[in-house]
């Protein structure tokens, strides 16, 4: 009888039901195999860079290094672009801060529902200057600063604020809004921008009933510029049971 259990073990191990938990990409989507199962893309752009990293996170106890995986897609600074991201607390000891007062600073928007799950709204304008993801569509500092965007950011909290989805969507910053320094979410223009955005993101959660695929390892993410990474993810903070031990 144990004989065949084990037989039968191995069997289901043979079949992948003993694949390791992974997070990475396969067929220009994010996967994470590990809570929180979920799968993001964005369909209508191709991959321009896809990878995991690790930012320094500046908080009161130091530098953490949230492990996260990155998506972007578009082709230039000229056409629209977005950016998935999956960050992941360094150990139980950490929960993200929420939505509202973490990341940079933007207009709420009405957010969007994607897989039944709400995600907190913002919109802003980025300039490439002090941003991350610039190095992917100029050469130098001086280029940087010549690219401005207008940003939709939506952000989800997921199990047990252990774990951050960040889905961002771009477009250049249009003429008509030159000069202006804030978005306002009630111009016409900009409430377009922010719908379009909307309908940029495919988002789908694992459960019994669905399974997603098993994601290819992530290659080390270095096209981007490191320094402003962790303000782009936001905050943490450390658990309420942590300082209490203090």
């Not at 191990?13 to 199962?37: H, K, N, T, V, W």
């Not at 709400?118 to 490439?128: D, K």
């Not at 952000?155 to 804030?182: H, M």
Request: net charge negative; aromatic share 10%.
């Amino acid at each position: 009888m144990k004989i065949g259990r084990l037989l039968l073990l191995a069997l289901v191990c043979a079949l992948g039901a003993c694949a390791p938990l992974q997070r990475g990409f396969e067929d220009q989507s994010l996967i994470s195999s590990a809570q929180p199962e979920v799968m993001l893309s964005a369909p209508g752009l191709p991959v321009l860079a896809e990878g995991k990293t690790a930012p320094f996170l500046y908080t009161d106890r130091g530098y953490q290094f949230p492990s996260t995986l990155i998506g972007v897609y578009g082709t230039d600074a000229k056409s629209p672009m977005a950016i998935t991201v999956l960050s992941i607390v360094p150990d139980e000891l950490w929960e993200w801060d929420s939505a509202e007062f973490s990341g940079p600073h933007g207009a709420k928007t009405e957010g969007v529902m994607l897989d039944g799950q709400a995600f907190y709204g913002t919109v802003r304008i980025v300039n490439g200057e002090k941003d991350p993801f610039s190095p992917l569509f100029a050469e130098n500092e001086e280029q940087f600063a010549s690219l401005n965007w207008m940003a939709q950011r939506f952000v989800l909290l997921e199990n047990f604020r252990s774990a951050k989805i960040i889905l961002e969507y771009r477009e250049p910053l249009p003429e008509s809004l030159a000069g202006v320094t804030e978005l306002m979410p009630f111009n016409e223009q900009v409430r377009a921008f922010t719908e379009r955005a909307a309908r940029a993101f495919q988002v789908q959660f694992g459960s019994s009933e669905v399974t997603l695929p098993r994601p290819a390892e992530a290659p080390y993410l270095n096209s981007l510029n490191g320094k402003y990474l962790g303000s782009f993810i936001g905050s943490m903070s450390p658990k309420e049971i942590w300082s209490e031990l203090d």
